[in-house]
């Protein structure tokens, strides 16, 4: 697979690129240290997968990945980040990206990009379902969300399903013909028996009920 790889630490972007390289079924076309460059390189090198880091001054990975995925809506994004951070994981799944990777997590790198050429999304280094991004195409079928979250009610799945699709408390009350108090008491519960913190968590954990 052909591969590049965009790093705003120049020596993470070439050691990653010689790790990477030393792969027999990966080969690095190009590196670059900014988001500018990524959209560059990509439109250059027309690589199979985009390695960005997705903290970068200027022009972040996450936005060079609008640019990249608005002219080629097929592109292989995958991001690295040196934290887990629940706020870009559900941008990045929202954007399109194909996956999310801890950057000092370095073995699960090259698998995780053999996973992306299979069509399938990795996050953390885990595999997900195929395409499970809220800009792109949805697996066939839908999501069995009894299986997935046992212990919510039925209109508190919906909630949560509403959540990973990116609605505000507003459009969920809409949608599902429900007060915005009500919405807000369903939250409230899904936090409660799953043990999390804010909305966000809620999608991650949608994303990850997938795989």
């Not at 629940?86 to 929202?94: G, H, K, N, P, Q």
């Not at 009894?146 to 507003?170: C, H, I, S, Y």
């Amino acid at each position: 697979m052909r591969v590049i790889v965009v790093d705003d630490d120049a020596v993470v972007a070439s050691s990653l690129a010689i790790v990477l390289g030393a792969q027999g079924d990966i080969d690095v076309v190009g590196t670059g240290t900014s988001g500018e460059e990524a959209v560059a390189l990509y439109e250059r090198c027309s690589p199979d997968v985009a390695l960005l880091d997705i903290q970068m001054p200027v022009v972040s990975g996450l936005d060079a990945a609008d640019r990249i995925l608005a002219a080629h809506p097929d592109a292989r994004i995958v991001f690295l980040t040196t934290f887990s951070d629940d706020e870009y994981i559900v941008r990045a799944l929202r954007q399109g990206a194909r996956g999310y990777l801890i950057k000092q997590d370095v073995a699960t790198i090259a698998p995780a990009l053999r996973s992306v050429m299979r069509g399938q999304s990795v996050l953390e280094g885990d595999v997900l379902e195929r395409a499970v991004s809220l800009g792109g195409a949805r697996p066939s079928g839908a999501p069995d969300l009894e299986a997935m979250f046992p212990q919510l009610t039925d209109r508190e799945r919906e909630v949560v399903k509403l959540l990973a699709d990116g609605l505000d408390n507003r459009a969920i009350a809409q949608v599902a013909c429900m007060g915005e108090g009500t919405v807000r008491n369903h939250i409230s519960a899904i936090l409660s028996k799953l043990g999390l913190t804010n909305r966000t968590q809620i999608a991650v954990a949608y994303y990850r009920a997938l795989r």
